[in-house]
């Protein structure tokens, strides 16, 4: 919940600064409001950059993690890679 309120404070940011720098071109005539409605090409790019960042963070976010399949010894208990046997049943796990 913290990470997603500093990221509005800084997407809220973002934006502050870049109205307050259109207007401020605004203000000394650098260009006029139809510049403002549309996009150059760099800000086009950039848009279509950021769309794309977010549909890849809303599927993994979607995405379901997936565990790597951990090895089980035959009797169900979790074995690390380096035992050499069970320690829930005692079975031989030594690898040929
Ligand atoms: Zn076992």
Redesign the pocket.
């Known amino acids: 919940m913290k990470r997603a309120t500093g990221m509005l404070i800084l997407t809220a940011a973002v934006v502050v600064t870049v109205v307050a720098y259109n207007s401020w071109l605004y203000c000394w005539g650098r260009c006029t409001l139809e510049n403002l409605t549309r996009l150059s090409l760099p800000g086009g790019l950039l848009l279509a950059g950021n769309g794309l960042a977010l549909g890849v963070l809303i599927f993994l976010k979607l995405t379901p993690v997936r565990r790597p399949l951990l090895p089980h010894?035959?009797?169900?208990?979790l074995?690390e890679d380096e035992w050499r046997f069970?320690?829930?049943?005692?079975?031989d796990l030594e690898k040929p």
Request: aromatic share 0%; charged share 10%; hydrophobic share 25%.
């Open positions: 010894c035959r009797c169900g208990a074995i069970c320690g829930h049943c005692g079975a």
